[in-house]
């Protein structure tokens, strides 16, 4: 009996560490993200994306693969390769983010500028 009140307890220790870590990374900025929260914001921003553009399921999937892939690759670090708003934590837009119509290939364009006060100096 002593075992499971053990285990629960740990459980409710590993539940309630999961939450403060969860409610830590509200309001940091693109580049202060952890990675899994990165690819998480990734995810949601892929299921919007798709929909708006009318993505099937297989280019939904490719989108999601091309995305996660280009966060490992480092081409969507920084907070200028992504559009996000950390009040909402939500990912607006990828600026470089661009489909092939004839292939349905997705592709990073490096050098899109990106509107915002840092450019209006």
């Known amino acids: 009996m002593d075992r499971d009140n053990d285990a629960g307890?740990?459980?409710?220790?590993?539940d309630a560490a999961l939450e403060?870590?969860?409610?830590?990374?509200?309001?940091?900025p693109w580049a202060r993200l952890p990675k899994w929260e990165r690819v998480k914001?990734?995810?949601?921003?892929?299921?919007v994306y798709a929909a708006s553009e009318g993505l099937d399921e297989?280019?939904?999937?490719?989108?999601h693969v091309?995305?996660?892939?280009?966060?490992?690759?480092?081409?969507i670090?920084?907070?200028?390769?992504v559009v996000?708003?950390?009040?909402?934590?939500?990912?607006?837009?990828i600026p470089g983010l661009s489909?092939?119509?004839?292939?349905?290939r997705f592709t990073l364009r490096s050098n899109v500028p990106v509107s915002g006060a840092r450019d209006k100096e």
């Open 84 to 93: 996000y708003d950390k009040g909402t934590g939500r990912v607006s837009a």
């Open 58 to 63: 297989a280019g939904s999937r490719r989108l």
């Open 20 to 28: 403060s870590e969860k409610t830590a990374n509200v309001g940091l």
């Open 77 to 81: 670090q920084r907070a200028r390769d």
């Open 99 to 104: 489909r092939a119509p004839d292939t349905g």
């Open 41 to 47: 914001r990734l995810a949601a921003f892929a299921d």
């Open 66 to 75: 091309y995305l996660r892939k280009a966060l490992e690759a480092g081409r």
């Open 9 to 14: 307890l740990r459980d409710d220790a590993l």
